[in-house]
């Protein structure tokens, strides 16, 4: 049996799968090899949260769009922002700090030069806008 991965490494996995499916849309799925013989849980239930919410996610972002379309939104940047905005919401931990580093280390590696600002922005206002109405008043 293989190593088990670091939940950076299961991002990742995550990451590469749902930005190849970008390409051929079918369902996002992560390939087994000789070393992994089980693909990884934590990897799959960020697809799986990305998938099932995608709607909701898009939406999301859209939202916070300063004159921009998503269609304009790079690939790499889109695809980190909506499996941080998985993890974030829909994910069994939910430690925003990590997904949202995560998600800027990510953009940071595949992306263009200074796109990980914008993820990081995004993501951030998204966090602040949780944390302020988790903390009001009912």
């Known amino acids: 049996m293989g190593n088990k991965l670091t939940r950076r490494e299961s991002r990742e996995a995550a990451f590469l799968t749902a930005f190849a499916a970008t390409f051929e849309p079918e369902m996002p799925s992560l390939p087994a090899d000789a070393d992994q013989p089980e693909t990884d849980v934590f990897a799959r239930q960020l697809l799986g949260a990305m998938q099932d919410h995608s709607e909701e996610i898009d939406q999301l972002i859209t939202a916070h769009l300063k004159g921009w379309t998503l269609s304009r939104v790079p690939r790499v940047s889109l695809v980190a922002l909506r499996l941080a905005l998985a993890e974030m919401l ?3 931990e939910q430690k925003t700090g990590v997904a949202i580093n ?37």
């Open 90 to 92: 829909y994910g069994e």
């Open 102 to 138: 995560e998600a800027v280390e990510l953009v940071k590696k595949y992306g263009a030069d200074n796109d990980h600002q914008f993820v990081n922005g995004l993501l951030g206002a998204v966090a602040r806008e949780r944390e302020e109405s988790a903390q009001a008043p009912c």
